[in-house]
């Protein structure tokens, strides 16, 4: 397989610097890296799981919600980045496997190459003090 | 396909006997064969391209990684830029803001260099170009681009089965612990993987590169392995920094082989020498 471009390589390590938990998707949302702070998050580990297709890596967790409902991917701020090639943001819940549930802030951004060539996806989850 | 290094000092030429025996020329190789001529760098060595070395052949293609001035600087003492009868192709990475005209034209062009870029007398064509495939005369060339601050490109000279690649400021270890050891995770893999010949950085000591983490360089150890991961079969360590001798230089290599195992065949790259690749 080819090398990634730079660009998603430089945000890998960037990524792997950082204590807050990062996610790098392909333009099709399959997850090609997740930091350690990240693995915390979807409880496996990079070096174990590998890159990990959509369809697996959307069900580690359930977003949820402030009310506890159910929330529509096309309302997940990376689903919105990967559409329309923007950043975007949003505080919701995200319950675990283990039915633990977690408030979270979630930032992410496209990577957009030098060349205006569309890459990828970064998204940095911000976990928030739990609200009783 | 023969390649000749015209300069392989990088920052800023250096003269004196210290530095006498590899050269104090900045960047610039030759790739020729059948008589047609490819220049990869425009530093301080391209000056040396006249008289006997001058190129016969009326189109000449100038192919440049970055726009850093040890990479440009011999652009303006180019003998064929002042010649009407040629046609140059000057080759250089697209940037997000400024054209590559714009940008040339800041070193070529008073008040640091007399002569206006627009002003030659040759027949000038620039290319922009990033993770590019294109041809030049028998050449087939891969532009990707790599880790370097400012945009900047590393090449993939193919002729027939010969594969020559030349990254002369690269920095693949950028980065919390180096080189990540899967290989589509290492800039400028897919240019080197399986070149007969690569000329890579490898400008700092190890103990440099701590404290010059992000400038754009690389080490002996890292310049290697990259080789090494890319199974070329043999690098040429170039960029050299110019506070280091030539005898630093040799201790550099010596101390680097006495403590790496299974390495490629790596030599200091030395001005003025010559290679045949088939």
Redesign the interface.
């Known amino acids: 397989m080819a090398a990634y471009e730079i660009e998603i390589i430089l945000n890998r390590q960037l990524a792997d610097c950082l204590s807050i938990p990062v996610f790098i998707t392909d333009t099709a949302g399959n997850l090609i890296f997740y930091n350690e702070p990240a693995e915390e998050v979807l409880g496996q580990r990079f070096e174990e799981t590998g890159e990990m297709p959509v369809e697996e890596w959307s069900t580690v967790f359930k977003p949820l919600d402030k009310m506890g409902n159910p929330l529509p991917p096309e309302e997940l701020p990376l689903v919105r980045t990967l559409k329309e090639e923007l950043p975007h943001h949003k505080s919701f819940i995200i319950e675990s496997l283990k039915g633990q549930l977690q408030n979270i802030s979630v930032t992410s951004y496209p990577i957009i190459s030098r060349t205006g060539k569309f890459l990828g996806a970064v998204a940095i989850f911000w976990k928030k003090k739990n609200e009783n | 396909m023969k390649i000749k290094l015209w300069g392989v000092r990088g920052s800023i030429p250096t003269t004196g006997p210290e530095t006498e025996y590899y050269g104090g020329n900045t960047s610039c190789v030759t790739v020729t064969h059948d008589g047609y001529v490819l220049v990869l760098d425009g530093g301080t060595g391209i000056r040396q391209l006249t008289g006997s070395n001058y190129p016969s052949n009326k189109r000449i293609d100038v192919l440049l990684t970055h726009l850093h001035l040890d990479h440009i600087q011999g652009l303006g003492f180019f003998s064929p830029l002042f010649d009407a009868s040629k046609e140059i192709h000057i080759w250089g990475p ?3 803001s400024q054209s590559l005209f714009s940008r040339l034209s800041r070193y070529l062009s008073p008040p640091l260099f007399p002569v206006l870029l627009r002003d030659l007398p040759c027949k000038l064509h620039l290319h922009e170009i ?2 590019s495939h294109f041809e030049a005369g028998p050449f087939r060339i891969q532009s ?4 370097h601050p400012g ?1 900047t490109v590393g090449y993939r000279v193919i002729e027939k089965t010969a594969v020559f690649t030349f990254i002369p400021d690269h920095e693949p270890a ?4 180096g080189i ?1 050891k899967e ?8 240019l080197a993987e399986g070149a007969d010949l690569l000329l890579h950085d490898s400008q700092f000591t190890n103990d440099e590169y701590l404290q010059k983490r992000g400038w754009g360089h690389s080490t002996i150890t890292d310049a290697c392995l990259f080789a090494s991961m890319a199974e070329v079969k043999k690098i040429l360590l170039s960029h050299h920094d110019p506070s280091h001798s030539d005898a630093f230089l040799d201790e550099m290599l010596e101390s680097f082989k006495k403590t790496a195992g299974n390495i490629p065949q790596a030599a200091l790259a030395k001005e003025g020498v010559e290679f045949e690749l088939s």
């Open positions: 697209a940037s997000t990033g993770n990707n681009y790599i880790i945009p950028l980065g919390n612990n990540i290989t589509k995770w290492v800039s400028g893999y897919d």
